[in-house]
């Protein structure tokens, strides 16, 4: 049974950077689509970006492109999302998402994954 724990989240000022990591126990992440769903207070749930198994393919939302990077170190088994120049609507609680993909080499930062870990708090203000 894949787990996923993230942390790295925080308060930060609008302008700052945060990186976020998801470190997975009980399988091996290589062979797992993984993304990162926000949700803000209020809003509904956003997935913002994934990485697939294979490639890998990388996909943002409009509303991060440019600011955050997603990336994966399967030595350590763990995939991190680097968020820059951060704004207040980042704010919210971002969740590791995870689904089982071990041939595929495309993933999509909004469809339904399967697996979730407990979420990490981002604040962003002044």
């Known amino acids: 049974q894949l787990q996923l724990v993230e942390s790295g989240g925080g308060l930060v000022q609008p302008g700052g950077s945060l990186r976020l990591s998801c470190t997975a126990s009980g399988s091996r992440l290589q062979n797992w689509n993984i993304g990162w769903v926000h949700q803000g207070p209020g809003k509904e749930r956003e997935g913002v970006s994934c990485?697939?198994?294979?490639?890998?393919?990388?996909e943002y939302a409009d509303s991060v492109k440019g600011r955050f990077t997603i990336s994966r170190d399967n030595a350590k088994n763990t995939v991190y999302l680097q968020m820059n120049n951060l704004k207040p609507d980042d704010t919210g609680v971002y969740y590791c998402?995870?689904?089982?993909?071990?041939?595929?080499?495309?993933?999509?930062?909004?469809?339904?994954?399967?697996?979730w870990g407990q979420g990490t708090q981002v604040t962003v203000s002044s």
């Open positions: 998402v995870a689904d089982w993909a071990p041939y595929l080499s495309v993933c999509t930062a909004s469809a339904r994954y399967k697996y």
């Open positions: 990485i697939s198994t294979n490639g890998p393919f990388i």
